[in-house]
C-alpha cells in the first residue's frame, strides 16, 4: 500500500480502529513516564525548602541553637516572598513553554518537541545543581519549566493521538499534568524518599543530589522517545499520507495492508478534510485565530472547545488541592500551617495528634494517599466517564473543604486539647479525602477532556492553550499561597477552605454545563457528537455514520502517492481521490 497505494474507508462505526494490542499499552505507558518528571520537581522543590543547610545557604541564617525557643526556631525558615518566587517561576516557565508548544509540534513533529523538551529542562537542571545562590537557582527553573512546558503539552497531544479509543481515557490518566496522577505521585513518591535519606546531611549535597537525580528522567524519555513512531495524525495534517499509514501501522500494531489500517487512515484523513473545509487554514495569525473562531452557543465551534479546555485547566487548579499540596509539601511550612489553624487554642499540629513527629515523613505519608488513590482513576475514567467523575468528584471536593472549613472555625473557639486533638484528625481524614477524590476524579479527567475535543486542525494549539492555563493558574496559587494563610498577611487559616469549597461548586457547575462525554469514541468520532448534540445529553450519543462515509472515500479511496517534500501540510497538498471500486484494495 506505501508508495502509491489507495485507501478506502468504511461506513461501519465499529471498525474504524484496530483492537488494542499489548504494544499499544507499551507504548502509550513509555511516553506517560513524562510524568515523573513534574512529580519529582513538586517533590523535590518542597523537601529541600525544609532542609536546615538549604536554609542557610539561601537566607544566611545561622542555626538555632538545640535549646533555642519555638518563636526562635520559628524564624528559620525560607522567608514566604522566597518560597513563592521558587515554586512560582517553574510555572512561569511552563507557561510560556506550554503556550509555544503547539506552534512547535505542527512545525517539527510531536516526537521532537517532546526531545526538545527534555534537552531544555536538562540545561535548568544544570543551573540549578550548580546553584549556590538564589538568582542562579530562579534562572535554572525558568529554563527547566520552559522544557517541563513543552513535555507537559505535548505529551498530552502525542498519547492521545495515538491511543486506542478504548483505552486513552485509561493511559492518559496515569500521564496526567501536574501533582495527582500515577507517574507524577511516583514521582513526588521518588523525590520525597531521596529527600528523607539525605535530609540531615550539612553540605551542598543535601541539595544537590536530589536535583541532579532528574537527568536521569530526561535521559530516559529523550533517548526513548527516538524509539517511538511519531504521531499519524501529524503526518496527516503535514500531508504526508505514506508516513501516516507506516505510523499508523506501527502504533497499532498491524500490517501497513492491514483492513483496520486503511479504515482509521480514511477517516483520520476525511476527518481533516472536513475540518478544514469549514475552517479554512490561511497565514500564520489567522491559523490562530481559528482556536477562536465560531460563536458560544455551539458546542461544536472551536472558540467553545478553546474556552472548554482552558477553562477545565483553570478550573481544576482552582479546587483548592495544589494549594493544600504547595503549603503541604514544604514539610516545615506544613506544620505552621496546621499550627496556624489552630493558632487560638495555642495547639500545634504534631504536638496535639501524638502519631507523627518527623515533618519529613507525613510528606511521605500525604504522597502515598495521592498513589493509592490515582490508579482508581485509570479503571472509573473508562467505565463511567470523564463527565460524570467530574461532577462526582467537584461534588465530593465540596463536602470535604466545607468539613475541614467548618471544623477548623470550630476549633478555634474550643479550648479543649482533647476536642481538639479529635478535631485536627477529622481535619487531617477529610484533607486527605479530598486529595483522594481529586486524585481520582478532576486531576486525571481534564487533561483527558482536553487531549480529546480539538479537531485537528488546532489540536495541537488547542491543548497548548489549556496546558498554558493549567500553569497560569498553578503560578498563581503558587505565588499567593502563603500570602493567604500567613500571620503577617491575610491569616486566613481554616476559612481559606470555605474559599475552595465555593470555588468547588463553580467547577461542577462547570463540568454539568459545558464538559462533554467523550468516552469510547474515537476522536474523529467527538467532532460529530459535539456538532449533533450538546454536552448534557452527550452521554447518550452514538455515531450512525463515519466521515469517510460522508467524504465519498468508501467509493473513491485516497491515493497516498508517496510522501510530500519537506514543509508540505495538508492546508497546501490537494489529496488525490480516484474512482475505485467499493472493496478494500490491500497491497
Known amino acids: 500500500m506505501a508508495g502509491g497505494g489507495v485507501v478506502h474507508g468504511t461506513a461501519d462505526t465499529s471498525r474504524i480502529e484496530a483492537p488494542v494490542t499489548l504494544k499499544a499499552y507499551l507504548m502509550c505507558a513509555f511516553a506517560a513516564f513524562g510524568g515523573i518528571f513534574f512529580g519529582y520537581d513538586t517533590g523535590w522543590m518542597g523537601g529541600i525548602m525544609g532542609m536546615k543547610y538549604y536554609i542557610r545557604q539561601y537566607t544566611h541564617l545561622q542555626y538555632p541553637a538545640a535549646d533555642a525557643s519555638d518563636d526562635v526556631k520559628g524564624l528559620f525558615v525560607l522567608p514566604g516572598w522566597q518560597q513563592s518566587l521558587l515554586t512560582g517561576i517553574l510555572s512561569c516557565g511552563t507557561f510560556f513553554g506550554a503556550l509555544i508548544a503547539g506552534d512547535v509540534a505542527d512545525r517539527i513533529g510531536r516526537r521532537w518537541t517532546i526531545i526538545s523538551g527534555c534537552l531544555t529542562f536538562t540545561v535548568g537542571c544544570i543551573l540549578e545543581t550548580a546553584s549556590t545562590t538564589l538568582p542562579v537557582m530562579v534562572v535554572g527553573r525558568l529554563i527547566a519549566g520552559a522544557g517541563v512546558g513543552f513535555i507537559s503539552a505535548i505529551i498530552i497531544l502525542y498519547m492521545s493521538e495515538i491511543a486506542p479509543k478504548k483505552v486513552r481515557g485509561a493511559l492518559v490518566a496515569g500521564y496526567r499534568n501536574q501533582h495527582i496522577s500515577f507517574c507524577i505521585t511516583i514521582g513526588i513518591l521518588l523525590a520525597n524518599c531521596v529527600v528523607y535519606a539525605i535530609q540531615n546531611r550539612n553540605d551542598t549535597s543535601s541539595y544537590r543530589i536530589p536535583i541532579a537525580v532528574q537527568f536521569l528522567w530526561a535521559l530516559i524519555l529523550g533517548i526513548g522517545l527516538f524509539l517511538l513512531p511519531e504521531s499519524p495524525r501529524y503526518f496527516v495534517k503535514k500531508g504526508k499520507l505514506d508516513d501516516a499509514a507506516r505510523a499508523l501501522a506501527n502504533v497499532r500494531g498491524q500490517s501497513i495492508e492491514s483492513e483496520y489500517i486503511q479504515d482509521e487512515l480514511a477517516e483520520i484523513i476525511a476527518n ?23 460563536g458560544l452557543r455551539s458546542p461544536a465551534s472551536n472558540l467553545r472547545r478553546t474556552l472548554c479546555g482552558i477553562g477545565l485547566q483553570m478550573m481544576q487548579q482552582l479546587t483548592g488541592t495544589n494549594f493544600i499540596f504547595y503549603y503541604g509539601k514544604t514539610p516545615i511550612s506544613f506544620q505552621a500551617f496546621f499550627h496556624q489553624l489552630l493558632t487560638s487554642t495555642g495547639v500545634v499540629f504534631f504536638t496535639s495528634l501524638h502519631t507523627i513527629s518527623n515533618p519529613f515523613l507525613i510528606s511521605l505519608i500525604t504522597t502515598l494517599v495521592n498513589v493509592l488513590s490515582t490508579p482508581i482513576s485509570f479503571w472509573m475514567v473508562e467505565k463511567f466517564g470523564r463527565r460524570n467523575l467530574l461532577i462526582f468528584g467537584g461534588t465530593g471536593m465540596v463536602i470535604s473543604q466545607y468539613l475541614v472549613g467548618i471544623i477548623g472555625v470550630t476549633v478555634g473557639q474550643d479550648k479543649g486539647t482533647a476536642t481538639n486533638k479529635s478535631a485536627v484528625s477529622a481535619m487531617i481524614a477529610f484533607i486527605c479525602i479530598n486529595i483522594s477524590m481529586f486524585a481520582s476524579t478532576w486531576g486525571p479527567c481534564a487533561w483527558v477532556v482536553i487531549g480529546e475535543i480539538f479537531p485537528l486542525p488546532i489540536r495541537s494549539r488547542g491543548v497548548g492553550l489549556s496546558t498554558a492555563s493549567n500553569w497560569f493558574w498553578n503560578c498563581i496559587i503558587a505565588i499567593i499561597t502563603p500570602y493567604l494563610v500567613d500571620k503577617q498577611y491575610a491569616n486566613l487559616s481554616s476559612k481559606i477552605f470555605f474559599m475552595w469549597g465555593s470555588l468547588c461548586i463553580i467547577s461542577v457547575l462547570f463540568a454539568y454545563f459545558l464538559v462533554p462525554e467523550t468516552k469510547g469514541l474515537s476522536l474523529e468520532q467527538v467532532d460529530r ?34 510522501p510530500t517534500k519537506q514543509g508540505d501540510s495538508a492546508e497546501e497538498t490537494e489529496i488525490e481521490t480516484h474512482n475505485a471500486p467499493t472493496s478494500k484494495e490491500v497491497g
Open 529 to 562: 457528537m459535539l456538532e449533533e448534540v450538546s454536552p448534557r445529553h452527550s452521554r447518550t450519543w452514538v455515531p450512525r455514520s463515519t466521515f469517510a462515509a460522508e467524504m465519498g472515500l468508501v467509493e473513491k479511496g485516497v491515493s497516498l502517492g508517496g
Open 272 to 294: 481533516h478534510e472536513y475540518e478544514l473545509s469549514v475552517v479554512p487554514q490561511t497565514t500564520y495569525f489567522a491559523s490562530w485565530s481559528n482556536c477562536f473562531h465560531g
